[in-house]
């Protein structure tokens, strides 16, 4: 297991890979993490509509969920709401703070990229029957009239629980650990019901290619509130947190400060 400051020392070292990769690069792995996303909630959708029970239902689709940040996290492709918290670069001014926009922006994009093709994909195949594009039309109408305010808090409590599991599965150093370390956090923010941008991107795309009763300016203001709410959330909460932490562990003890940078 790794330790905290080791934990903070990958992030950096993350942040700095992502924004020195080709634009191309960054997009189609943007584009892969939204589909992989989206797989996942195929999955929640198929047990929430099929399970005799709605709460076990419910229960059942948010345990299958994390199928798809776990795809994320081994293979290395670039999501939204967890590259937020690689924003600790730029705190650490190992990284410029415009070149880490840049970067956030591509992916946030490419990732709305990846949820519309699965948007497609998905309805194109016949895979969500009337009974699960009810769930969806239901969770979508939801999601677009939603108070601003709520909207805003419920995003940023999201990308907390995501980015705090995201920091607990690269705590583990074998492939089993990080998808333990992983999936439960994802399973209670799928529970939680809480606004996460890149899987709110599927849902309302499905919602909208499908006939749902909501409006363009509806899923816009959802996708803005969302993703400032997640940037706080990951970006400026969780990242902010754990570099003044990790700047007191450091002071408190240099000599493993000094022994990890070497």
Not at 151 to 171: E, K, R, T
């Amino acid at each position: 297991m790794k330790s905290f400051i080791e934990i903070v020392d990958y992030i950096v070292a993350a942040g700095k890979s992502k924004v020195e990769k080709k634009s191309r690069a960054l997009i189609l792995q943007g584009i892969l993490a939204g589909m992989f996303i989206a797989m996942g909630a195929i999955g929640y959708f198929k047990l929430a509509a099929y399970t005799a029970d709605p709460g076990l239902g419910k229960f059942l689709g948010a345990l299958i969920f994390p199928t798809g940040i776990i795809a994320i996290l081994l293979l290395g492709v670039e999501l939204f709401t967890s590259d937020c918290m690689a924003i600790l670069s730029v705190y650490k001014k190992e990284v410029q703070l415009d070149r880490f926009m840049k970067m956030l922006v591509t992916v946030v994009i490419a990732n709305l990229v990846g949820a519309i093709i699965m948007a497609l994909l998905s309805t194109g195949a016949g895979i969500f029957s009337h009974k699960m594009l009810e769930i969806v039309f239901k969770s979508a109408v939801a999601k677009t009239t939603m108070p601003i305010g709520r909207m805003f808090i419920s995003a940023v409590l999201c990308n907390i629980i995501v980015c705090s599991g995201v920091m607990m599965a690269y705590s583990a150093k074998t492939v089993i650990g990080k998808i333990f370390a992983i999936w439960f956090p994802i399973a209670l923010f799928v529970l939680s019901g809480t606004e996460h941008i890149v899987a709110n991107m599927f849902y309302l795309m499905m919602a909208f290619v499908n006939g749902a009763e909501v409006t363009v300016s509806g899923i816009l203001t959802s996708f803005g509130v969302v993703t400032v709410g997640n940037f706080i959330g990951g970006g400026i909460l969780v990242a902010g947190v754990n570099y003044f932490m990790d700047q007191d562990l450091r002071v408190a003890s240099p000599a493993l400060s000094s022994k990890k940078a070497s």
